[in-house]
């Protein structure tokens, strides 16, 4: 499966090309649209998020609400929509594509800010949520949550909450934390952030439950999933480091220490780890490329927003002299939205892992 987005910020919507989508899944538009509300949610953001209502029209590939293996086209229009009127900026925000934009493709700031703007996630959220149509036949579950903002600590071990656990917990957070419970405290923390013209990152980890043994392969690097689910991640704007399982902290451990020794277990023999179960898994559920059993874990660092309140020193395009950058309205905490981002990036890939095990000779 492919899909790639298309839109601008204001312009007149985002649209979601998803191709070799199989034929015949009923659509849950409930799905797709409460995936595209998450999104919208979570506490730090600003102003854009109360003039849209985010819903996904499907223009195209369904036929009586279920897929046909035509191309689907997923369609998420703007309320905000001004782009031709919207003033340019010659200013370039650190921080942001608009420096390399205009200079790479000779354009003013304006063009570049629309598509680089992380309103394109919404197409990636609606193609993820439609991909998890795949991952729900199979019971597979992708869960997103928000592990830390900024220097703010949150309790350490969530290891072991159950999914269930996870995803009530979650939801119950308007950070989309596992510890709503630290919700009163967290607000305080981004208030006094933002009340200072300032913008906070954080980390975020997806766990993706019941996948089976053996998605994705050793035969080609391109077919690897940890380096799939990489590059989805990676790409997600704002994100500047992902890690699956003990990531960098493995350069710090001893091999005795980081190996999840394998055992067996008849029981789970028809489970989607045949079986094989480890007692720990800082491999996060992925070695030589595959699926290994265990759940699979990854983790992305999530920068602070770019665009300052007291922004930050740059150049004016027009004169070359120094300015400082242009402040566009914007969000102060992006992370509980990243979260939903990067659960949904992550779910495509796993969903296209599935797809691709029909083609490859695997015997999952
Ligand atoms: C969900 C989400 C919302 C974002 N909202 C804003 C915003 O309101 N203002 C802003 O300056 N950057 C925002 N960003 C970050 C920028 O889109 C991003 O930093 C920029 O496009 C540059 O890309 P890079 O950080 O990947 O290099 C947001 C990112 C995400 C994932």
Redesign the pocket.
């Known amino acids: 499966m492919k899909y790639s987005t298309a839109g601008e910020s204001h312009g007149q919507g985002i649209l979601a090309l998803v191709e070799d989508f199989p034929a015949g899944l009923t659509i849950d538009f409930d799905l797709i649209n409460a995936e595209l509300r998450r999104?919208q949610g979570g506490y730090g953001r600003?102003g854009?998020q109360k003039i849209e209502t985010d819903t996904a029209e499907i223009l195209t590939g369904i036929w009586r609400g279920q897929s046909t293996g035509a191309p689907i086209t997923l369609w998420i229009k703007n309320q905000d929509c001004r782009i031709d009127t919207a003033p340019d900026i010659t200013c370039p925000?650190p921080?942001?594509?608009d420096l390399a934009g205009a200079v790479k493709y000779g354009l003013p700031i304006r063009p570049v800010l629309e598509r680089?703007?992380?309103r394109e996630?919404a197409g990636r959220v609606a193609a993820g949520a439609l991909a998890k149509h795949l991952l729900r036949r199979q019971n597979i579950t992708v869960i997103g949550f928000v592990k830390s903002i900024g220097t703010f600590t949150l309790p350490a071990d969530d290891r072991h909450f159950t999914p269930e656990e996870l995803l009530q917990r979650r939801n119950e957070s308007e950070f989309y934390t596992v510890f709503p419970e630290q919700d009163c405290e967290l607000k305080k923390y981004v208030d006094g952030i933002a009340k200072d013209g300032d913008t906070v990152g954080g980390v975020v980890e997806v766990r993706a439950f019941y996948v089976p043994i053996g998605l994705g392969s050793h035969v080609q690097w391109t077919d690897k999933l940890d380096g799939k689910l990489a590059r989805a991640v990676m790409s997600?704007?704002?994100?500047?480091g992902v890690e699956i399982g003990l990531g960098f902290e493995s350069a710090r451990t001893l091999g005795s220490a980081m190996h999840d020794p394998i055992g067996y277990d008849a029981g789970l023999e028809h489970a989607p780890c045949r079986g094989f179960v480890r007692q720990t898994n800082n491999a996060g559920g992925i070695e030589g490329g595959m699926t290994n059993g265990a759940a699979v874990v990854l983790r992305a660092a999530?920068?602070p927003?770019?665009?300052l309140l007291k922004p930050l020193d740059s150049i004016d395009l027009m004169t070359k002299k120094p300015m400082p950058a242009v402040y566009?309205r914007?969000?102060v905490c992006?992370v509980p939205?990243?979260s939903v981002?990067i659960e949904n990036a992550a779910a495509w890939e796993i969903a296209d892992g599935l797809q691709n095990e029909t083609a490859c000779g695997g015997k999952i």
Do not use: L
């Not at 997600?236 to 500047?240: A, D, L």
């Open positions: 999104r600003g854009r925000r921080g942001h594509a680089a703007s992380a996630t997600v704007q704002s994100v500047k999530v920068k927003i770019p665009t566009e914007s969000d992006a939205a990243a981002v």
